[in-house]
């Protein structure tokens, strides 16, 4: 395929998988456990000629960070995850960076929300430009202090002499004191971050993605063989994330992505007649909600990905990936029939054991 893995927790999502279900101990009449694993996209996924996403940011002169990205939050966290690594990079509060993605007269360009690629691509890109600040930052704190920048290091908004932490300065004042002066100066940067990642050739291979994200889901079921219908009593799903920058979100992520693949296994179906949509509404379309929410457990596998930000992969479409799969395993060792069409509805299910049992009569 041409795919060039750098880092990968596989190993150990499936062997956390395996014990968190119990996987060798006993089951009842109609249990079943599946699992199924998934490889994704971690690092952007070039499908045009430019994957990159361009930040600007401005350090005002009481140390506040204005980051202006290309990069577009739909809810999935983008801005907490942005402010976060320019936070850490240059050694502010986090409630110090303001995110601004929602003016497109002057945030830079991103390529889009899609891919799995806003934490990867859009860190990087910010912390590129928190880069730049943070070394003509130094630099400045290096003239005011008389020690060199290399011997200097920016915490809880100071400025830290290395051999000397009682020698210190506030950022702002660095900043008001380089700002108000003859020839006074302001800290602004930019920074456009296109990783390198390949189009696929004719024969569709090329190293699509700068990283790749890995992960296991595995299902404990119920089966009525009676009804045909499918319970899940327990879900596990593990991710290799490279790092996880903001565990809480990450989980969100997952949670979300997990029961949207239930649905999918099991209630979701877009019926067409002749072109037209013939259940467009949620009453037709059995879409689940919280009230149908199982109980999912998250396990995070960090890897350090050497080329994301801080060592994290994007996450945010594999929390659906394996999720039918799994679930079609889990039927399989339940009640000993394998579906192939999804979703697999009690009707499917138990049309399956009937033909079962008439195959083996």
Not at 43 to 50: H, L, P, T
Not at 60 to 66: I, M, P, Q, R, S
Not at 183 to 212: C, I, V, W
Request: net charge negative; hydrophobic share 40%.
């Amino acid at each position: 395929q041409g795919f060039r893995i750098t880092t990968c927790g596989l190993k150990e999502c499936i062997e956390e998988v395996r014990r968190r279900l119990d996987w060798g101990g006993p089951k009842e009449k109609g249990e079943g456990v599946g699992i199924a694993c998934l490889i994704h996209v971690g690092g952007g996924a070039r499908v045009y000629k430019s994957d990159g996403c361009g930040t600007i940011m401005k350090m005002d002169d009481f140390g506040k960070v204005d980051v202006f990205t290309g990069a577009t939050d739909m809810g999935q966290g983008a801005d907490t995850v942005i402010a976060q690594v320019v936070a850490e990079e240059l050694g502010v509060r986090i409630e110090d960076v303001k995110v601004i993605h929602t003016d497109t007269d002057v945030c830079p360009w991103d390529v889009g929300a899609h891919a799995s690629r806003t934490t990867f691509v859009a860190c990087n890109s910010a912390l590129g430009a928190a880069r730049k600040i943070k070394e003509r930052l130094l630099e400045l704190a290096s003239r005011q202090m008389g020690e060199p920048p290399e011997m200097l290091s920016i915490k809880d908004g100071e400025v830290v002499c290395k051999d000397d932490p009682e020698k210190r300065l506030e950022i702002g004042k660095i900043l008001r004191k380089a700002h108000f002066s003859q020839g006074g100066q302001m800290l602004m940067a930019d920074f456009f971050y296109d990783p390198a990642n390949e189009n696929l050739d004719k024969s569709f291979r090329g190293n699509l993605s700068m990283t790749y994200t890995f992960g296991a889901h595995g299902v404990r079921v119920k089966v009525d063989e009676e009804t045909g219908k499918v319970k899940v009593l327990k879900y596990v799903a593990a991710h290799d994330v490279g790092r996880a920058i903001n565990p809480l979100l990450l989980e969100g992520q997952v949670y979300g992505g997990a029961l949207m693949g239930i649905g999918y296994a099991l209630t979701e179906q877009l019926i067409l007649e002749k072109g037209e949509v013939m259940n467009p509404n949620f009453r037709d379309y059995k879409i689940l909600t919280a009230k149908d929410a199982v109980p999912i457990e998250t396990y995070i596998v960090e890897t350090m990905d050497k080329d994301g930000p801080f060592g994290a992969k994007g996450i945010g479409e594999p929390g659906c990936v394996p999720t039918a799969p799994a679930i079609a395993n889990a039927i399989w060792d339940a009640v000993g029939v394998r579906l192939r069409e999804l979703p697999m509805t009690p009707e499917r299910v138990l049309a399956a054991i009937k033909e079962k049992r008439a195959n083996s009569g």
